[in-house]
């Protein structure tokens, strides 16, 4: 049981594993730290790469890198904030100082993550910070980090999408080169893809599709007016392009390196980005949300176990396609996400499946693992039920 100086975490104990612990409760380290009570956490697909393996993750860590909560404590550095707010944070840690954060690109702050440029809470390779898959979480520089909402608790399954996968999604959009009016295939329905077709619609997309083959996630796909097409009913690129009567203006990735083939029974790292190349038009873009790692334990390949990933890259320069990528630089977005939340024009809580408390999370990994029918999203209430 937690007691005044400790506090229950969900941590890593191994692939396929995770427990519920009794750790610490984290302390004031720095003048601009809060200590946050976490009222929702949220699993993500990212998650999953570490829980199963799949990442240099060492056992121990707390995961859980899309945090909101009330302000506890503050440093005496903090004067935005005031003990009570209610807050979301980014899943990066940025220290709003560094050249790439002054420009903006908080994903790759120079300033978290010695000899790195990206700091995240509860993961891999991201810094020392722990997740808020537990009652309380520490954040660094918080004046900048922590984005305030309207208090209460209303809005809060919406909120909680304010720390990544609503911003990823829109910015899986913006990094394509999208504009009003066009068409985009959004490879993957999961939290990512839904909330990429989502900011689509949002944004005036035409004709938006999106690729995966799990029914329940294309169904939600179709309930906010998206085409669903299923990867193993048919080769996606040849059904889009049917559809459209024509390639498409842009493409997202939001499935990554664990992408699998299309009958689901091996991976096949590098078939979504090929898909893209095939399904965008000449001068279209690539957006990639989607997570692709330097080295990976489980990989089929020599290559791709040291991130490399095979590419028709030649068909890329003929039709001289432009790529963005790279983490989510949350910040960019997430007030104004918000604000369209709070304005009633936004309401991405539809991917929202599973609300549960910390003692169920170890069951929830398993079957949101196992993309089990019906398992889109799953958040956490660390402190008992909202
Ligand atoms: N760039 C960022 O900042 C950022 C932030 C959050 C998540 N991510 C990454 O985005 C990706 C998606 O996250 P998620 O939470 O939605 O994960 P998820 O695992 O829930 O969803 C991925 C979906 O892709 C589908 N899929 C697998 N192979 C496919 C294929 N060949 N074609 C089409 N669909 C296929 C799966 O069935 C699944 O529904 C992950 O790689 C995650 O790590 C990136
Ligand atoms: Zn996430």
Redesign the pocket.
């Known amino acids: 049981m937690a007691s005044a100086t400790t506090m229950q975490a969900l941590n890593y104990i191994g692939p396929y594993k995770v427990r519920v612990e009794e750790v610490e409760k984290p302390k004031i380290e720095h003048p601009d730290d809060i200590i946050v009570k976490v009222t929702t956490a ?6 999953l790469h570490m829980y199963e393996g799949r990442t240099a993750a060492e056992p121990g860590i707390t995961f859980g ?2 945090n909101m909560g009330i302000v506890e404590e503050l440093g005496e550095g903090v004067t935005l904030l005031k003990k009570g707010d209610r807050v979301v944070m980014p ?1 990066n840690v940025a220290d709003g100082r560094c050249r790439n954060c002054e420009e903006g690109k908080t994903a790759f702050c120079t300033g978290v993550n010695p000899g790195f440029a990206g700091g995240a809470y509860g993961y891999v390779a991201m810094g020392p910070y722990r997740g808020g898959q537990a009652q309380y979480i520490r954040i660094p520089y918080a004046d900048f980090n922590a984005l305030k909402l309207p208090p209460g608790k209303e809005h809060e399954s919406d909120f909680i999408l304010l ?3 609503f911003p ?1 999604g829109w910015h899986g959009v913006e990094i394509s080169g999208f504009k009003s009016g066009e068409s985009i295939a959004v490879f993957g329905a999961g ?2 893809g839904l909330m990429a077709a989502y900011s689509a619609v949002l944004r005036g997309g035409s004709n938006i599709y999106v690729v995966d083959r799990v029914p329940e996630r294309l169904k939600a796909a179709e309930k906010i007016g998206c085409i669903p097409i299923d990867f193993t009913k048919g080769d996606a690129v040849d059904q889009i392009i049917a559809h459209n009567m024509g390639m498409v203006d842009r493409s997202v990735d939001a499935v990554g390196y664990q992408a699998v083939n299309p009958n689901g029974s091996s991976e096949k790292p590098n078939i979504v980005l090929e898909n893209m190349i095939r399904v965008t038009r000449p001068c279209g873009g690539l957006g990639i949300a989607g997570l692709y790692v330097p080295s990976d334990p489980g990989a089929s390949d020599a290559a791709s176990a040291n991130g490399m990933i095979s590419l028709s890259f030649g068909k890329l320069f003929e039709k001289g396609l432009s790529i963005g990528t790279g983490q989510c630089n949350v910040k960019a977005y997430n007030r104004y996400l918000r604000d369209m939340i709070i304005a009633g024009k936004a309401k991405p809580s539809f991917v929202i499946s599973h609300e549960i408390g910390l003692a169920d999370a170890e069951d929830a990994y398993d079957k949101f693992d196992k993309r089990e029918n019906g398992w889109t999203k799953v958040i956490i209430h660390p402190n008992g039920g909202v």
């Open positions: 949220a699993i993500c697909g990212s998650d890198h899309e899943f720390a990544d996968v990823t939290p990512v």
